[in-house]
């Protein structure tokens, strides 16, 4: 219910007129992690990034609402004969048009999703290239989707806990996760989103079951995520 909230409620009224308007992404990383905040999925380790943009449908993050909201905004209310060759101007910096338009603002956010725009007008994505307007928007909708996979495991490269993390199964995973009870699935997310955990609590499933640190006899964070909640993140393993 939380999340369905960030959707039809926290997004459309706190990023009301997102479609035509920049944000920077500090906003963004506020936004998510009030976000994280407000469906009690914060904490030590814990990354927005899976969390909002794969745990969960990628749309309960805030700036895959917003690329989303301005390719709808665009389809709906532009033209293709007048919006194909500006935007393929604004791609190739042969366009003295101000830098915070519509279709400036439409350029870049299909940037954030790693997509380009041909001296066509066509946009390219990694399945290849599609025409921005006759394409029917669950496909673009999808497309984004994966877009978006790879998007979050550029942003986790530091991680190695999220290696390859662009060949995971999110569809799946999040179909083996509502299939839990509503306490296994608490405890699902928690692995799959980098949650770290003291040793304390960490000794009871790992060998040797000591509750310090060998290097400064303290109490150490440690990554809970077991090799094979790993094999699920990182290749869609979710069928048992």
């Known amino acids: 219910m939380k999340t369905r909230a960030l959707v039809i409620a926290a997004w459309p009224r706190g990023l009301h007129g997102i479609a035509s308007t920049g944000l920077g992404s500090h906003l963004f990383r ?126 986790l490269t530091h991680r190695s806990g999220f290696a390859d993390l662009q060949q995971a199964d999110m569809h799946g995973t999040r179909q083996w996760l509502r299939s839990l009870t509503a306490e296994d699935a608490g405890l699902g997310r928690k692995m799959l989103n980098g949650a770290h955990f003291i040793n304390e609590a960490a000794q009871h499933w790992q060998t040797p079951g000591d509750d310090v640190c060998q290097f400064y006899q303290g109490m150490m964070f440690t990554n809970f995520v077991p090799v094979a909640i790993q094999g699920i993140i990182a290749f869609g393993s979710v069928r048992y």
């Open 30 to 155: 506020r936004l998510r992690a009030g976000a994280m905040r407000g469906i009690q999925a914060d904490g030590v380790g814990c990354s927005p990034w899976v969390q909002l943009g794969m745990i969960e449908h990628p749309v309960c993050d805030p700036l895959f609402w917003s690329v989303m909201q301005s390719i709808r905004c665009v389809r709906d209310c532009a033209a293709l004969d007048f919006i194909q060759p500006v935007l393929t101007q604004l791609a190739f910096g042969r366009s003295e048009l101000p830098a915070k338009t519509i279709t400036q603002t439409l350029l870049t956010r299909l940037q954030c999703l790693g997509w380009s725009v041909r001296p066509d007008g066509r946009v390219k994505d990694s399945l290849g290239s599609f025409c921005f307007f006759t394409t029917n928007l669950p496909e673009i909708d999808w497309r984004a989707q994966i877009s978006w996979q790879a998007v979050v495991s550029q942003q």
